[in-house]
């Protein structure tokens, strides 16, 4: 393995063409010589997220809806949120206080841990599986910004994401869904 990519974002590429990731943005939760984990953060569901975890229902991010994180698991939910400043053990780092959040604790013993978003199972590559992907150019790995995983508008997050990058891969924001038509 030549970098991990935790606490990055993998942004499909326009020819990424598996339905599960098309346009997609993970923010990569795990990665090391054993394989990689990440939660897809732009695919929300019609699903309430308090329906999934009640006790965490005060701290949902709005619009408090649950997350498709991804095709592995998908009965399983995992938690992310933001860290008080002073820190917690409730929360993993990932990117500044954004970290995974570990929904079994109770959030009355975390009275700083907020801004929670819910995702229904995850995206997995066994050992060496997410190098052949990215060698063979399916993914753009690029900075996260804490608010990436939080933000309002997740359907426009591989727009917004690509926007923000300088040159060539800036303007790739505005790759069009069928390139033939345009």
């Given at each position: 393995?030549?970098?991990?990519?935790?606490?990055?974002?993998l942004?499909?590429t326009?020819e990424?063409?598996d339905p599960?990731f098309a346009?997609?943005?993970?923010?990569?939760?795990?990665?090391?010589?054993?394989?990689?984990?990440?939660?897809?953060l732009?695919?929300p569901?019609?699903?309430a997220?308090?329906d999934?975890?009640?006790h965490?229902?005060e701290?949902?991010?709005?619009?408090?809806?649950?997350?498709?994180?991804?095709?592995v698991?998908?009965g399983?939910?995992?938690?992310?949120?933001?860290?008080?400043?002073?820190?917690?053990?409730a929360?993993?780092?990932?990117?500044?206080?954004?970290g995974?959040?570990?929904?079994?604790?109770d959030p009355?013993?975390?009275?700083?841990?907020?801004?929670?978003?819910?995702?229904?199972g995850?995206?997995?590559?066994?050992?060496g599986?997410?190098?052949?992907e990215?060698?063979?150019?399916?993914?753009?790995?690029?900075?996260?910004?804490?608010?990436?995983?939080l933000?309002?508008?997740?359907?426009?997050l591989?727009?917004?994401?690509?926007?923000?990058?300088?040159?060539?891969?800036?303007?790739m924001?505005?790759y069009?869904?069928?390139?033939?038509?345009?």
């Open positions: 393995m030549t970098g991990s990519t935790r606490g990055r974002l942004l499909a326009p990424l063409l599960n346009r997609a943005v993970l923010l990569m939760i795990e990665h090391s010589d054993d394989g990689a984990l990440g939660l897809v732009n695919r569901r019609m699903v997220a308090a999934a975890v009640p965490w229902a701290r949902l991010e709005p619009p408090g809806l649950l997350h498709s994180g991804g095709p698991s998908e399983s939910v995992v938690g992310l949120g933001m860290a008080p400043d002073s820190g917690d053990d929360v993993t780092p990932l990117v500044g206080r954004l995974v959040l570990d929904l079994h604790r009355s013993d975390l009275p700083g841990v907020g801004s929670v978003r819910l995702f229904s995850y995206s997995g590559w066994s050992a599986q997410l190098e052949v990215m060698a063979l150019g399916s993914w753009f790995v690029l900075d996260a910004e804490p608010m990436d995983a933000t309002d508008d997740p359907l426009g591989w727009a917004s994401v690509l926007a923000r990058q300088p040159g060539l891969l800036g303007r924001a505005a069009p869904d069928d390139p033939s038509v345009n």
